[in-house]
């Protein structure tokens, strides 16, 4: 039963530039949430995704944009770039039941220069 | 607003020994749910522990046991007889009705051998 799976593992991008992350959430879980956590922070949560909607927004600007599919998998994406957007980007799936325990992918280190 | 502290920053101890790990939690919801996530140098969030503020019950899990006091509001986590294979950061972080989960800012704890 593979867990949740993210991709790229590891992306360097410019200041100015966009990019697109991915998450595949574990069998049999309908929703996807999304975390940034800075060097040294607990996971800041940035939306969750569920039936193909956003359903909560964490303190994150419009720059932060999301998209689920059918099949539950989901992107994040994030415009314009900024040199603190540089962070791990956690994607947790659970099932759409309050109190869930969430379970998170490996992430995605997103370096901005 | 929520909040969870754990005032702990780092905790350096020597294999073999207990340590107890402290998050206190702040909500004005009368049901919520905790968790305890652990984090090793990999970055993958996993899932320790899940408990409903209806259930005060204390619980054991091998070298782990959790205390759940909502007189105090707190959620403490010790661990028996420390290994080297613990070191890592400790997440707690309590559950909104919507599921987005609000993280402390971790304990990292080194367990020396």
């Known amino acids: 039963d593979a867990g949740v799976t993210q991709s790229p593992t590891h992306l360097i991008k410019t200041r100015g530039q966009q990019v697109t992350l991915r998450c595949s959430p574990k069998?049999?879980?309908?929703?996807v949430s999304w975390y940034q956590q800075a060097l040294g922070q607990g996971p800041q949560f940035i939306f969750q995704?569920?039936?193909?909607?956003?359903?909560q927004r964490g303190n994150f600007p419009d720059r932060f944009s999301g998209h689920q599919f059918p099949n539950y998998s989901s992107e994040l994406n994030v415009n314009a770039l900024l040199l603190g957007d540089s962070a791990l980007y956690l994607c947790?799936?659970?099932?759409?039941?309050?109190?869930?325990?969430?379970?998170f992918g490996p992430g995605t280190r997103l370096t901005v220069t | 607003a929520q909040k969870v502290t754990q005032a702990q920053t780092e905790i350096s101890v020597v294999e073999k020994e207990d340590v107890t790990l402290d998050c206190v939690y702040e909500?004005?919801?009368?049901?919520?749910?905790l968790f305890w996530y652990k984090q090793p140098p990999s970055g993958e969030l996993v899932f320790l522990i899940r408990?409903?503020?209806?259930?005060?019950q204390n619980e054991i899990s091998g070298r782990y046991s959790w205390n759940f006091q909502k007189s105090t509001s707190s959620f403490n986590f010790t661990i028996t007889a420390s290994q080297v294979v613990d070191s890592a950061v400790y997440f707690c972080?309590?559950?909104?009705?919507?599921?987005?989960?609000?993280f402390g800012q971790g304990t990292e704890l080194s367990v020396k051998p």
């Open positions: 069998s049999g879980h309908d929703t």
């Open positions: 972080a309590l559950a909104n009705q919507g599921g987005k989960l609000i």
């Open positions: 947790a799936s659970s099932p759409q039941r309050w109190g869930s325990e969430q379970y």
């Open positions: 995704y569920y039936e193909e909607e956003e359903r």
């Open positions: 408990r409903n503020s209806f259930d005060e």
């Open positions: 909500t004005r919801d009368t049901t919520y749910y």
